[in-house]
C-alpha cells in the first residue's frame, strides 16, 4: 500500500526556517517524481514545487511565490523527500502536503499534509 | 502569472449532472486533470489528461476538453460527491498551476 507521511510542521515566526520531511513507503520511491502543495486555512490548493528522479537529474522547479526561499531536496536511500523552508512569511501558512506525480497521469498519491503556521 | 478560472460554486439535485468549468489560456496544449477534495481531508485524483478516469474512480466522473476549456463533469450525482474540486494544469513553461477551486454542493 502506498504511503506518504508529512512530519515536521509547527509554530515558526516570521523570518524563520523550518523543514518538513515526507515518508513514503509501498511503492519504489527512487523512480517517481515528487511535489508540495499546499493549501492556507480556508483556501485553495496552490503547488509548491517538485523534485524529479535520479534519471532525471533530480532538477527541480518552484513556484514564483517561494522560488529563492523554499529548497526541495530527497533522499532516496531514506525514501524521504523534504522541504527547506527559510524567510517564511505570514502568507506560507498552510497545511502542506507531498505527492507522488507520475507525470501525465497526475498526482495520484497524497500525504494526509502537516500545518505550518508562521505568526509572532 | 498563469491562471486556472473556475466557477467559485456549482448546486445540483441528487441524481442530476453537475459540470464544472476550468478555462485558461494554455489548456490547449496541457494536459489538465482533477481533484476532489473533501473537509479534512487530501485532495484525489478523479480525471487525468483531460478525460482518463483513475481506477476506482466512478464512472459518472467523466472530463472534456474544448478550446481554453475543460469540463468535469459529474452525472447522477450523490450526496458523497458534495466536495470542492480544483482542475490543475501547466503554464507553457511547465510550472503548475491549480484553478481556483468549485464547491459542489448537493442540494
Known amino acids: 500500500e502506498v504511503q506518504l507521511v508529512e512530519s515536521g510542521g509547527g509554530l515558526v515566526q516570521p523570518g524563520g526556517s523550518l523543514r518538513l520531511s515526507c515518508a513514503a513507503s509501498g511503492f519504489t520511491f527512487s523512480d517517481h517524481y515528487m511535489d508540495w502543495v499546499r493549501q492556507a486555512p480556508g483556501k485553495g490548493l496552490e503547488w509548491v514545487g517538485r523534485t524529479r528522479n535520479k534519471a532525471n537529474s533530480y532538477t527541480t522547479e518552484y513556484a514564483a511565490s517561494v522560488k529563492g526561499r523554499f529548497t526541495i531536496s530527497r533522499d532516496d536511500s531514506k525514501n524521504s523527500l523534504y522541504l527547506q523552508m527559510n524567510s517564511l512569511k505570514t502568507e506560507d501558512t498552510a497545511v502542506y502536503y507531498c505527492a507522488r506525480e507520475l507525470g501525465d497521469l497526475g498526482r495520484d498519491y497524497w500525504g494526509q499534509g502537516t500545518l505550518v503556521t508562521v505568526s509572532s | 502569472s498563469y491562471e486556472l478560472t473556475q466557477p467559485p460554486s456549482v448546486s445540483v439535485s441528487p441524481g442530476q449532472t453537475a459540470r464544472i468549468t476550468c478555462s485558461g489560456d494554455?489548456?490547449?496544449?496541457?494536459?489538465a486533470y482533477w481533484y476532489q477534495q473533501k473537509p479534512g481531508q487530501a485532495p484525489v485524483l478523479v480525471i487525468y489528461?483531460?478525460?482518463e478516469r483513475p481506477s476506482g474512480i466512478p464512472e459518472r466522473f467523466s472530463g472534456s476538453s474544448s478550446g481554453t476549456t475543460v469540463t468535469l463533469t459529474i452525472s447522477g450525482v450523490q450526496a458523497e460527491d458534495e466536495a470542492d474540486y480544483y482542475c490543475q494544469s501547466a503554464d507553457s513553461s511547465g510550472t503548475y498551476v491549480f484553478g481556483t477551486g468549485t464547491k459542489v454542493t448537493v442540494l
Open positions: 489528461k483531460d478525460s
Open positions: 494554455a489548456l490547449p496544449e496541457q494536459y
